[in-house]
C-alpha cells in the first residue's frame, strides 16, 4: 500500500512471484482442467440442447405416456442430479467404474427433467427425464389431474428437491396388478426378469425391483414405481445411495448451516454495524461519494444475477406466480442489505487506514498515476491468480490424502439452470468486490484495533469468510473452511502488499477462470466463447479505466478535503504479515 499523500507506485513484480505465477497456471491445468477433459463419461460428447430434450420428451411422452400434443402446451427443461448417488460414488472412488461400464448412458445420475406445462386440465403432472448427452429417457411422472397433487414446481426448480417425493403410491392395487402394470416397463428398459428381486412399499414407492448381478459399491440397480389411478404414476430406473451416506450427507449439511449462521453470518453482520459507526467516525479522512458507485454496480449485478438463477416456473397458476413474486422480493431485499454492507465496508475501511495507518489502501482517479496503477495491479491481480490457483490444486490433493475430501453435484447452483449460463461469471465480481472490501479492507483494520495484530486480525476475518462456504457440496465440511483460510490468508497477503485494486482484480480474476473453465466445458460455441471472454475481461476493465487515466492527466481536486492523514512517518511502513 502507499503512504497517504504520496505518489502511486505499484509494487513490482518480482521474478519470484512470475515463476510462481507459473507454476500455479501448470498445477492447475494438470491437475485440475485435463482430468476433465479426460474423464470416461461420454469424453467430447457435448450436452444436447435444452430445444431437442424438449422434442424428445414430447415424443417419448406421446409415445408412451398417452399425451396428446394441444396447441400452447410448453415443456419446462431444468437440470436434476441425484446428488446423494453422484456424492457416493465420488466418495468411494466409484465414478471411473460407473463410466467404463457404462452404467451412466442408461441410468444417468444427471439428467433434464422435462416437465410440461399445458392449459387443458389432463394432467397433474407430466414429466420426462431424459440423458442430458444421448437425450434418451431415463424416467417419468405421469400423474392424471384430480388423482395426486402437483408438485410445486416453482419450488423443486429453487432447492433442487425432487417433486416426485410427495407422491403417494396407490395402496388399493394388489401386488399382481402392480407387476402387471410394471412388466411392459421392465421390458422396454431391458430388464432381465430371473435376475430381479420384489420389494414393495420401500421409500414411498409402491413396487422395487434389484438386480444384485449389477452393483456399485454396495447399491444393486433397481427399478422403481409408484402408482396412481390404476397406472405407473412415477418410474426410476437406477441406483441409490445407501442410508448410511445420505445419514452422514444430511449431519454434515445441519453442521454446516450452523456454521454459516454462527460463524458468518452473525460475525458480517456485526463487521456491518461496525462499518456503518467507523463510516460516521472516519468521516473527515473518506468519502461517502466514494462507495457509491461501487455499490450501485454490486446491487445491479446481483439483481441481474438472481434473475438470471430464478428459472423459468413450471406453472402459469397464481399460486407459482405468487411464489415467483415473493422470491423475487426476498432476492431484492438482500441485494440491498448486502450492497449496503459493501457501501458502508468500503467507506469505513478506507477511512480506518487512512486515519490510524497514513496507508491509502483505495486510490482515487483524481491521483497522479492513477491509471498506470491500476494496470499495474491488473498484472499483479493475474500473477497472483495463477499462484491461488496451484496453491488451490495443491490443497486438493493435501486434503484428499488427509482428511479423504469428496465433492457432489447441485443443482441449484448449475449453469444449466440459469436462464442464460453465460452470465454466470458475473458473480466472480460480486465476490471480488464485496468480499474484499468486508473481510480485507475494512476487516483486517477493524480487527487489528481489537485484537493488536495484523496477522490475527487477518486470521480471524479470513476464517469468517472461510465459515461462508461450508454450504458448498464439499465433504467432510471442515475441508472446505481449512482450504479457504490459506487462500483467504493468501488474498489478506496479497491485500497488504498491493493494495484493495489488486486484491479485488486477483480475486475476480481467480473466480473468473474457474467459471470461465465451467462455460468452456459445456461445449456450446456461445458459453465457450464466453468462457474465453471471462477470463480476459478483467484486463479489459482495467485497460479501460487506463485509458480514461493517462500519465499525466488527474482530474481537477473535488472541493471536499479528505485530509492528509498522519503521514507516512505516523504509522508503520507498509511490509508484509507479521
Avoid: C
Amino acid at each position: 500500500m502507499n503512504p497517504v499523500g504520496q505518489p502511486l507506485q505499484q509494487r513490482p513484480i518480482s521474478r519470484t512471484l512470475m515463476i510462481s505465477g507459473l507454476i500455479g497456471l501448470i498445477l492447475f491445468v494438470l491437475f485440475q482442467i485435463v482430468p476433465s477433459f479426460t474423464k470416461e463419461d461420454f469424453a467430447g460428447e457435448p450436452v444436447i440442447s435444452k430445444s431437442e430434450a424438449r422434442e424428445n420428451a414430447a415424443l417419448f411422452a406421446a409415445q408412451n405416456l398417452g399425451y396428446i400434443p394441444e396447441p400452447g402446451d410448453r415443456w419446462i427443461v431444468t437440470y436434476k442430479s441425484d446428488s446423494a448417488f453422484y456424492g457416493y460414488m465420488s466418495r468411494e472412488s466409484l465414478l471411473d467404474d460407473y463410466s467404463k461400464r457404462k452404467l451412466d448412458r442408461k441410468y444417468p445420475y444427471d439428467t433434464f427433467h422435462a416437465s410440461l406445462d399445458s392449459q387443458d386440465d389432463k394432467w397433474a403432472e407430466l414429466a420426462v427425464d431424459l440423458n442430458m448427452y444421448t437425450g434418451e429417457p431415463a424416467g417419468f411422472t405421469r400423474i392424471p389431474a384430480g388423482a395426486g397433487e402437483k408438485g410445486n414446481g416453482t419450488e423443486a426448480e429453487l432447492t433442487g428437491k425432487d417433486e416426485t417425493e410427495d407422491v403417494i403410491s396407490d395402496t388399493s392395487l394388489s401386488p399382481a396388478q402392480q407387476e402387471r402394470l410394471a412388466q411392459p416397463w421392465l421390458k422396454l428398459w431391458g430388464a432381465d426378469p430371473s435376475r430381479l428381486k420384489k420389494a414393495y412399499a420401500s421409500g414411498g414407492f409402491g413396487l422395487i425391483y434389484t438386480d444384485s448381478s449389477v452393483k456399485i459399491g454396495e447399491a444393486p440397480l433397481r427399478y422403481a414405481f409408484k402408482f396412481t389411478a390404476g397406472e405407473v404414476s412415477v418410474f426410476r430406473p437406477g441406483f441409490s445411495a445407501p442410508e448410511w451416506h445420505t445419514a452422514y450427507v444430511k449431519s454434515q449439511t445441519s453442521a454446516a448451516t450452523r456454521y454459516t449462521l454462527f460463524g458468518y453470518g452473525l460475525p458480517t453482520f456485526a463487521l456491518g454495524v461496525l462499518a456503518l459507526i467507523y463510516s460516521i467516525l472516519r468521516r473527515q479522512h473518506t468519502s461517502f461519494a466514494r462507495g457509491a458507485f461501487l455499490s450501485a454496480a454490486h446491487f445491479a449485478i446481483m439483481m441481474i444475477s438472481t434473475y438470471n438463477m430464478l428459472p423459468e416456473t413450471a406453472g402459469t397458476g397464481a399460486e407459482d406466480r405468487i411464489t415467483s413474486v415473493v422470491m423475487f422480493v426476498i432476492y431484492t431485499l438482500y441485494s440491498l442489505l448486502m450492497s449496503a454492507l459493501l457501501y458502508f465496508s468500503l467507506v469505513g475501511g478506507n477511512g480506518l487506514w487512512r486515519k490510524e495507518e497514513g496507508l491509502n489502501p483505495w486510490p482515487r482517479a483524481k491521483e497522479p498515476g492513477y491509471g498506470k496503477y491500476v494496470m499495474d495491479s491488473v498484472y499483479a491481480g493475474y500473477i497472483w491468480a495463477f499462484v491461488l490457483l496451484g496453491v488451490q490444486t495443491i490443497m486438493f490433493i493435501i486434503l484428499q490424502y488427509t482428511l479423504h475430501n469428496w465433492s457432489t453435484t447441485d443443482p441449484t447452483q448449475s449453469p444449466y439452470n440459469m436462464r442464460y449460463a453465460w452470465l454466470l461469471p458475473i458473480v466472480a465480481w460480486l465476490a471480488g468486490l464485496s468480499e474484499e472490501a468486508v473481510y480485507r479492507l475494512f476487516g483486517i483494520r477493524m480487527l487489528k484495533k481489537i485484537v493488536r495484530s495484523t496477522l490475527l486480525a487477518s486470521l480471524i476475518t479470513t476464517i469468517i469468510w472461510a465459515f461462508g462456504h461450508t454450504l458448498y457440496p464439499i465433504y467432510p465440511i471442515s475441508s472446505r473452511p481449512i482450504e479457504l483460510t490459506v487462500i483467504g490468508l493468501l488474498f489478506s497477503y496479497i491485500f497488504l502488499r498491493f493494495g484493495f485494486i489488486a486484491v479485488m482484480f486477483s480475486h475476480v480474476v481467480f473466480d473468473s477462470i474457474l467459471m470461465g473453465a465451467t462455460l468452456i466445458f459445456m461445449q456450446e460455441p456461445v458459453n465457450v466463447a464466453a468462457g474465453f471472454i471471462t477470463i480476459a475481461m478483467p484486463f479489459v476493465v482495467g485497460y479501460i479505466v487506463y485509458r480514461f487515466n493517462p500519465p499525466g492527466w488527474e482530474r481537477k481536486p473535488q472541493s471536499l478535503d479528505l485530509g492528509p492523514g498522519p503521514g507516512p512517518g505516523s504509522g508503520p511502513e507498509p511490509g508484509p504479515i507479521t
